[in-house]
C-alpha cells in the first residue's frame, strides 16, 4: 500500500483540494506504531514509502493485515 510521510509532498492528483491538489478523495493517516508486528513503512523516497508485509506472505494474508489497520485510519485532509 502507497504512503506519505508528508502530505503536502502527494502529486497533485492524489493531494485533496485542501491541501492546493485537484483530488476529490481524502488523505488518511495512521502512525507507523499502529501497524502490526506483520507489516512495516518501507521509505522508497524522501516522503514516499510502501506499507509492506515484513516477510514474504500469501496475498490474502497481506491484504487481511492491511485491513486490520483500518480500526487505526482517521481523515486528516479532504
Request: charged share 15%; hydrophobic share 35%; glycine share 6%.
Amino acid at each position: 500500500m502507497s504512503a506519505f510521510d508528508d502530505p503536502w509532498q502527494m502529486p497533485p492528483n492524489l493531494k485533496p483540494h485542501s491541501l492546493g491538489g485537484n483530488s476529490d478523495r481524502p488523505v488518511w493517516n495512521m502512525p507507523v506504531p499502529k501497524l502490526p508486528p506483520s507489516l512495516d513503512f518501507v521509505q522508497s523516497g524522501r516522503s514516499h514509502g510502501v506499507v509492506a508485509p515484513m516477510e514474504p506472505v500469501h496475498i490474502d494474508d497481506y491484504l487481511e493485515a492491511i485491513a486490520s489497520t483500518r480500526v487505526s485510519w482517521s481523515v486528516s485532509h479532504v
